[in-house]
């Protein structure tokens, strides 16, 4: 059947606020950026990266002009989960949705999150959800879509953002759990099922955020 969750997610910088003493001694010009890195939650490995990168590397290297190549058509799959994220600049929270389709069920599901530093974060814990869907669901052959290019680069490729390295490691631990799984790129018109849970998502989240700031105080 369909199920719908919003539910707010606990303090995801929680991680970080318990070492800001650490930062602010190692490195407190860099303490915004370090904080906002999303850390991953499945226990990946430590990575040394540089902070002046988007990658991470220590030289933004010249990158070889290469001739593109046709994509192939996505695999089929038995299972389709597609993601997508709606992102506020202002508010820093974020909306979810996932769309996970088996033979038996077509599930819709989406989640409200706060302390979100980037759409691009966004768009890989938005992904990350719908893995932990499917694995609860126990299916074993799966395709991932996500309207996001850097995502599914990032994903397929060695090297990724480092604003994501801790999420993209989360995913690839995810994948173990299947006997078969792919990630491709759709088109954002072909995602138009999540792309509508997500910015729902949002908006009942900040809606909540809101009538909880405006409550008067107690006495």
């Not at 040394?48 to 058509?73: A, F, S």
């Not at 792919?182 to 099922?193: D, P, Y």
Request: hydrophobic share 40%.
């Amino acid at each position: 059947g369909n199920g719908f969750i919003v539910r707010k997610r606990p303090d995801s910088s929680r991680e970080w606020r318990m070492n800001r003493d650490l930062i602010q001694t190692v490195l407190p010009f860099e303490e915004e950026r370090v904080r906002s890195i999303a850390p991953s939650t499945k226990g990946a490995s430590d990575v040394l990266k540089w902070l002046g990168t988007k990658t991470g590397e220590y030289t933004d290297k010249k990158e070889t002009v290469r001739q593109r190549i046709p994509q192939p058509l996505p695999r089929v799959a038995e299972t389709v989960a597609r993601s997508d994220a709606a992102w506020s600049a202002v508010t820093k929270n974020a909306g979810l949705g996932w769309v996970v389709v088996t033979r038996e069920q077509r599930n819709l599901l989406k989640l409200g999150i706060s302390f979100t530093p980037s759409a691009l974060v966004a768009e890989a814990l938005a992904m990350k959800e719908a893995m932990m869907t499917c694995c609860r669901l126990g299916v074993k052959d799966v395709r991932f879509d996500s309207d996001s290019r850097l995502l599914i680069n990032a994903i397929n490729g060695k090297d990724p953002l480092l604003e994501i390295y801790g999420v993209v490691e989360d995913i690839h631990i995810l994948s173990n759990a299947f006997d078969v799984v792919s990630f491709a790129w759709l088109s954002r018109e072909r995602n138009g099922e999540a792309d509508m849970l997500a910015k729902n998502a949002l908006s009942l989240y900040e809606q909540g955020v809101v009538v909880a700031t405006l409550m008067p105080p107690l006495n």
